[in-house]
T-cell receptor, first 111, second 115 residues
């Protein structure tokens, strides 16, 4: 059974810092990995989707990498801003034909 | 393009009562998902529909939960009777079709509190 773990559970940084969020998964047989953002009381917003054949994806200040063989992904946020404060979730689509989520990392960026 | 709509946004009920949630997916999306997100955890898939057929409901507690998508568009998720541990946010998502390569779009969720 696929298990997805995100470390740390919470992170607080001053504005302007670069930061890395980590995601690990136990079964490397995945089709894709997706990073989401969740704001309080809101649904999930997709940030980046990496197919299993890809190593990384970039969108603006965000860069996500995937190392399928080691079961790891990272989300790099450059020059963090207070508006980046949210919970970040990673999810993998595996052989069970469903999406398994991690518990998320709650990010706070202080002005 | 309108997003995924859900209602109600909030619901408070007492244990053993019944409750129903409604979801309207993005127009033209064939696949619809219901997720349960307990506080402090990631979303857990409950059921997937492709048009009006169930693709996977292996994680749906069928003794108390039911879901339908009669015309292949809107969907309702029902809990009868509710338990304290059902307190969670219920998220609906849709994608153009079923499969790993189709991005899922999420609604705002319904927050259920069972007292």
């Amino acid at each position: 059974k696929q298990e997805v773990t995100q470390i740390p559970a919470a992170l607080s940084v001053p504005e302007g810092e670069n930061l890395v969020l980590n995601c690990s998964f136990t079964d490397s047989a995945i089709y894709n990995l997706q990073w989401f953002r969740q704001d309080p009381g809101k649904g999930l917003t997709s940030l980046l989707l990496i197919q299993s054949s890809q190593r990384e994806q970039t969108s603006g200040r965000l860069n996500a990498s995937l190392d399928k063989s080691s079961g790891r992904s990272t989300l790099y946020i450059a020059a963090s801003q207070p508006g980046d404060s949210a919970t970040y979730l990673c999810a993998v689509w595996g052989n069970n034909n469903d999406m398994r989520f991690g518990a998320g990392t709650r990010l706070t960026v202080k002005p | 393009e309108a997003g995924v709509a859900q209602s109600p946004r909030y619901k408070i009920i007492e244990k053993r009562q019944s409750v129903a949630f409604w979801c309207n997916p993005i127009s033209g999306h064939a696949t619809l998902y219901w997720y349960q997100q307990i506080l402090g955890q990631g979303p857990k898939l409950l059921i997937q529909f492709q048009n009006n057929g169930v693709v996977d409901d292996s994680q749906l507690p069928k003794d108390r939960f039911s879901a339908e998508r009669l015309k292949g568009v809107d969907s309702t998720l029902k809990i009868q009777p509710a338990k304290l541990e059902d307190s969670a946010v219920y998220l609906c998502a849709s994608s153009s079709t079923f499969g790993a390569y189709n991005e899922q779009f999420f609604g705002p969720g319904t927050r259920l509190t069972v007292l």
